[in-house]
Structure formats: structure tokens, C-alpha cells
């Protein structure tokens, strides 16, 4: 079991690691582009909204009602 | 609480446990030192457990919180798990997940400081962590 979930969470990583890796060559190749549409205030904002809604999960920070 | 569990209190955001809201595991004690059991508050806000208790901590930008704090702070904080980000602090406790945390990137943890800047500063004093 121990073994077979290690093995599982492995493949992932590796897929994952691959899956990124590939993802980032269009945008090395469109680096220009990348530079320059800096992120504005708001949009970093806005990406901090949606970070701490997926990482506040259902547990601590906020409190229930 | 409701019939289907603790429901997350979006007026009251991120201010961490609520100073009015008691909790007390003292009853618990050996149960929790034997290793197997920790015990949380209704809401999840407050734990116990090996470590001793612990209260999220108020993270709204009032003076309570993480008004005062720096940007450096808050990813000192993250990424090493020291309290209020600075040296010669003591850890932050579980459950607190700054070691999964930790792995966001600087421009990710600099938004999320950003946005947490932007949120109503909520004056809450959130208790010290108890020892069991
Ligand atoms: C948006 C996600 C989160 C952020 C940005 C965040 C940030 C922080 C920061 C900066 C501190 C340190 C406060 C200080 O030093 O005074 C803290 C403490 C704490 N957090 Fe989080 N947190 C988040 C999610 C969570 C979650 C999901 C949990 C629980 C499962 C949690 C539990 C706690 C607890 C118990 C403490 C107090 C620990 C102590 O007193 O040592 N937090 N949090």
C-alpha cells in the first residue's frame, strides 16, 4: 500500500515536473511579449484573492458560522 | 455551525480565532499527550495537540494582525516558520501549514500580502499559544 501510493506520488511529480517543463518553452520563447505585460497592482491583487481563497481550505483563519 | 458543519464566515475573514470564543482541552490532556488525538474548536480556529494550543493567528491588516508587518515579514514568516517573520522569534505551531507554504513562489507570496493589505483590518486580539 505504502509502496504503491509512494510509487503513484512519484509518477506524478515526474509527469508534473515534465507537463511544466514543457509549458515553459512557449513562454521563454515569447519572453518580449511576457516583459511587456507586467502584471498591474490589481491583477496581483486579484491573484492574491485567489491564492488565499484555495489556501484558507476549509480550516483555520476563518472563523464559522 | 450547521447541520452540514462549520460554514466559513466571510464578514469575519482571516482575523484569526475570535478572543471571544473560549477553548480549553485540559480535560484532554493525556489523551493528547498519549499521541493519538488532537482536538480542534468547532470552528477550526483553535487546536490542540502535542505542540500545546494554538489560535490562527489574526493575519488583517489592523494593528491586531499583520497592520504593521512588512512584505519581508510575512515571507520570512512563511518560508521559515518564524513568528512575525523575525529572527530570534519563536516557531509558528501546527496547524499552521507554512511548511507546505513555504514552496510558493516570492511573486505569489507577495501577492498574497498584497491582497491581505487590501481586506478590512477586523481588531482581534487572538490569544498567546497555551501550553496543554
Ligand atoms: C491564506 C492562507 C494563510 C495565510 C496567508 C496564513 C498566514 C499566517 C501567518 C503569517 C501566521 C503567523 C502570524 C504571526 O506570526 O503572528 C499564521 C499563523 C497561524 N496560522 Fe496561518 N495562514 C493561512 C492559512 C492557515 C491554515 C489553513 C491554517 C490551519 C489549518 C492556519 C493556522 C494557523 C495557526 C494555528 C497559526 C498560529 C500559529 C502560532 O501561533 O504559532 N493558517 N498564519
Redesign the pocket.
Known sequence: MFKNTFLTASVLTVGLFALTNCNQQPAADNQTTAEASAPSDADIVKRGEY??NI???T???HPKR | MTPQGPVLDMARR?M?HPADEPFSAADKKELIQSQFVAVFSPG?TA?AGPWGV????N?TPDDTG?GAWTEAQ?IK??REGK???MEG??????????PS?KNMTDEDLKA?FAY?KTIKPINNTVPK?QSL
Open positions: 491564492l488565499s489556501l484558507v481550505a480550516t483555520a483563519t | 482571516f484569526g477550526m487546536a494554538s489560535f490562527a493567528a493575519i499583520i510575512f514568516a512563511i513568528s512575525k517573520g522569534t519563536r516557531p509558528i505551531l501546527p496547524p499552521m501549514p507554512w507554504y498574497l491581505l499559544p
